[in-house]
């Protein structure tokens, strides 16, 4: 079997799950993370063979692919912010809205950088926006809580991969009892559960079956329940004039302003993603 002939085995059986442009590029996925060869590599090395044991991994790999895994978990690799992240089903696939939450805390803090300053990541997960803020921002103290053991696990060996220094916490938020872990911060930020349980009959099998719905679903009778603990946690540790940054379901941008702004919250804004949803909100302590 050549790299071109695995290549094309993989995306005709993709094709019966996935439109063509998906099945293209989980193939091309695939192919890379087995052969090291990248697209262009591939495009004129279209007769180099495949070995006995690239060819079992194809197997192997295909067998999960087929059964809507994501190519995600399956090859425990996932891109987010430039960096390639280990992932498995402990953990929320990073998403590239999520990577915008990011560029926003990065846009306000450049530029007024805070002495001593500290964050938090409240449901840190793969870890990959404490990794990537840490990166991007490495004057400042980041601290990571979740409170899945295993999510942090992952969480670690993502900051170890990345040689990033982060404080990492097992702890949940909603228990008030485990807000005396913390001590106070210049920034909040957070991309927790949103999606109520009503809508998960529109999503598709790869996420319903494999992601890990601790992190992902809310009940539709308290779905506002996580932005309720962070506003009331904020109130606690976020230092005067500190801000919270936390994504949101674009359904539910109205209801968590309104909470914030209850909370006392100042200067709130709803800001859309590059697809023009409200998918993330900014809200600021007042400076007394």
């Not at 590599?41 to 495949?50: D, Q």
């Amino acid at each position: 079997m050549t790299i071109q002939q695995a290549y094309k085995q993989l995306m005709y059986q993709l094709f019966e799950l996935y439109d063509d442009r998906e099945a293209a590029n989980i193939s091309d996925w695939t192919i890379e993370h087995i052969t090291g060869q990248r697209k262009i590599e591939r495009v004129t090395n279209k007769e180099f063979p495949f070995s006995a044991y690239q060819q079992q991994l194809l197997n192997d790999y295909s067998v999960e692919l087929l059964q809507h895994k994501p190519v995600q978990y399956v090859l425990h690799e996932a891109w987010f912010a430039g960096m390639k992240l280990y992932v498995d089903e402990n953990v929320l696939i990073p998403r590239p809205e999520t990577e915008e939450l990011v560029q926003w805390v990065v846009e306000e803090v450049t530029g007024y950088r805070p002495q001593a300053a500290g964050m938090l990541d409240i449901g840190t997960g793969s870890g990959c926006i404490a990794i990537a803020l840490k990166k991007k921002l490495p004057f400042i103290e980041i601290h990571a809580a979740d409170i899945s053991a295993d999510a942090l696990k992952v969480a670690e060996k993502n900051a170890s991969l990345h040689q990033t220094a982060i404080i990492f916490h097992q702890s949940d938020i909603l228990k008030k009892e485990d807000w005396n872990l913390f001590t106070q911060f210049d920034i909040i930020v957070s991309n927790p559960p949103y999606v109520k349980g009503s809508e998960a009959k529109a999503m598709k099998d790869n996420v319903l079956k494999y992601e890990p719905h601790q992190a992902l679903f809310v009940s539709d009778d308290d779905a506002l329940i996580f932005y309720k603990a962070m506003a009331a946690f904020g109130k606690q540790h976020l230092k005067p004039g500190g801000k919270l940054f936390v994504e949101i379901n674009e359904a539910l941008g109205n209801e968590v302003l309104h909470l914030l702004t209850h909370a006392g919250y100042k200067e709130i804004e709803i800001k859309k993603d590059m697809q023009g949803k409200e998918r993330m909100i900014k809200a600021k302590m007042s400076d007394v």
